[in-house]
C-alpha cells in the first residue's frame, strides 16, 4: 500500500474518524483507524456504537488496507512539517510515513481483524442543509437524558413528516423541539430516535454551509451523510415520549421577553447558587416584569428584568441553569413565554406563534418565602 497526502487533509480526517474510535477494547483493532486505499483513500474509526468513515483525496499509487492506531497515527501526522505524507506499508503491516525531512517507522495490524461497519438499507431517507441539521441538533441536544434506565431517552426523536423534520429531546425535566421544513423525502413519513453521542459527532461534522446532508434510515442503523464523510450508528429501541401530550398550550398566562436580557437576569442571581449550595430561582411574575431571586448559604441576589404583559404575581422556582438552556438555544431574541400555575411547566415558543422551536421547563417546588 502506497499513497501520498497532503498533510492538512490528512489529519482533518484523522481528526474526525478518530472521534469513534474506542479508547480501550478488548479488540485492539478497534483502537486503531481502518485505511483502505482503492480508487480512493478511506479512513474509517468504529467502536461498535458509532462508526464514522471519510474519504480523502490522495494520489495512490499501491492499493491496499491495514489498521494504525488512531493515537499514535494522529500524534505522528500533527507533528510533521505542512508538506506532502508519503504513506508505504509492506506485507508485514511495517509502515514508513514520511513528510520533508521527518520519518517514521511504526507496526500496523491486518485489516482482517477490523469489524466491518453496518450497511444501511436505503430504506428512507432525507436531504437537509448541513447548517440547518447542525443547528437544529445543537439547540435541542442539550436536553438528552444521561439517565440509563430509560436508553431511548438518551437519544433525540427524528420525525419526519409533511411538515418537515421535527427533532426532540427530554430528560425528565425539560424537553426541546426544533421543526424546519426539509428539502427532500424520499420513503413518506418516518421516524427514529438517534443516539445524543452520535448526534454530538453529526453536528461536529456538519459545516456552516449550504450544502445538502443525507439521513437515511435503515432496519437497525442510521445513516448521517455528510460531504466526504458518512456517521453510521445504532437506532435506539423503545417507546419514546408522547410529547404532543405532554406540552400544556391552553396556558392563560403569555408574556414577551427579551432573551438576552432574561439571561442576563437569571445568571445576576445565580451568582449566589453553587453545585454545593443549590437552590432554585424565585421567579414572581408581575406587570411587565418578573422579579428574580435566589437564596443560599452564600447569600441573596435579586434583580427585576421587564417583560410584555401581566402574569398576575404568579409565583414560581425553577433550576436556574434548565431554564438558561432552554433560552440561550432558543434560535430568536424575543420569545413568548406561557404559564398556568406555580406547578405547571413553563413553554417557551416564537412570538410571531409560528412551531419552529418550543422548550418546556418543568418547575421546582418552592419552600415558603422566608
Known amino acids: 500500500m502506497k499513497f501520498s497526502c497532503e498533510k492538512a487533509l490528512l489529519q482533518s ?5 478518530s472521534r469513534a474510535v474506542s479508547t480501550k477494547s478488548s479488540i485492539p483493532a478497534l483502537e486503531g483507524l481502518l485505511l483502505q486505499a482503492g480508487d480512493i483513500l478511506t479512513i474509517s474509526g468504529y467502536n461498535m456504537q458509532t462508526g464514522i468513515r471519510a474519504k480523502v483525496s490522495a494520489d495512490i499509487t499501491e492499493g491496499g488496507e491495514i489498521v494504525l492506531n488512531a493515537r ?11 508538506d506532502v505524507v508519503t504513506f508505504q506499508s509492506d506485507e508485514r503491516f ?4 514520511s513528510c520533508g525531512d521527518a520519518a517514521f517507522d511504526i507496526l500496523g495490524l491486518s485489516a482482517a481483524d477490523y469489524p466491518e461497519l453496518p450497511a444501511v438499507e436505503d430504506e428512507f431517507t432525507i436531504s437537509i442543509q448541513q447548517k440547518v441539521l447542525r443547528e437544529m441538533i445543537g439547540q435541542t441536544l442539550f436536553a438528552v437524558s444521561t439517565n440509563e434506565s430509560r436508553p431511548v431517552h438518551t437519544g433525540s426523536l427524528f420525525e419526519i413528516n409533511d411538515k418537515g423534520l421535527t427533532i426532540v429531546s427530554v430528560d425528565g425535566f ?11 423525502i424520499d420513503g413518506g413519513a418516518f421516524s427514529f430516535v438517534a443516539p445524543g453521542a452520535a448526534l454530538s459527532e453529526v453536528e461536529k461534522i456538519c459545516e456552516d454551509v449550504e450544502d445538502l446532508a443525507c439521513v437515511t434510515l ?19 429501541e423503545g417507546e419514546f415520549l408522547d410529547y404532543k401530550n405532554a406540552i400544556p398550550r391552553n396556558n392563560p398566562i403569555r408574556l414577551i421577553a427579551d432573551t438576552k436580557t432574561l439571561i442576563e ?3 445576576r442571581v445565580s451568582v449566589v447558587i453553587s453545585d454545593k449550595l443549590k437552590s432554585p430561582v424565585r421567579c414572581v411574575f408581575d406587570h411587565e416584569r418578573v422579579m428574580l431571586s435566589a437564596k443560599t448559604g452564600n447569600g441573596e441576589a ?6 410584555s404583559g401581566d402574569g398576575g404575581a404568579l409565583e414560581i422556582g425553577f433550576n436556574n441553569r434548565y431554564l ?19 406547578v405547571s411547566p413553563a413553554v417557551i415558543v416564537p412570538t410571531d406563534g409560528g412551531e419552529s422551536f418550543l422548550y418546556m421547563v418543568l418547575p421546582v417546588r418552592l419552600k415558603a418565602a422566608e
Open 13 to 17: 480526517v484523522i481528526a474526525t474518524t
Open 72 to 82: 499514535l497515527f494522529g500524534d505522528i501526522i500533527r507533528k510533521m512539517p505542512d
Open 94 to 97: 511495517m509502515v514508513h510515513l
Open 174 to 184: 425539560r424537553l426541546a423541539v426544533r421543526r424546519e421544513p426539509l428539502e427532500k
Open 218 to 236: 435503515g432496519n437497525r442503523h442510521i445513516l448521517f451523510e455528510v460531504g466526504d464523510t458518512e456517521l453510521i450508528c445504532r437506532r435506539l
Open 265 to 267: 437576569s437569571i445568571d
Open 302 to 307: 435579586k434583580d427585576v428584568c421587564p417583560l
Open 324 to 342: 438558561m438552556d432552554a433560552l440561550r438555544y432558543a434560535p430568536a431574541d424575543a420569545v413568548q413565554i406561557e404559564l398556568n400555575t406555580g
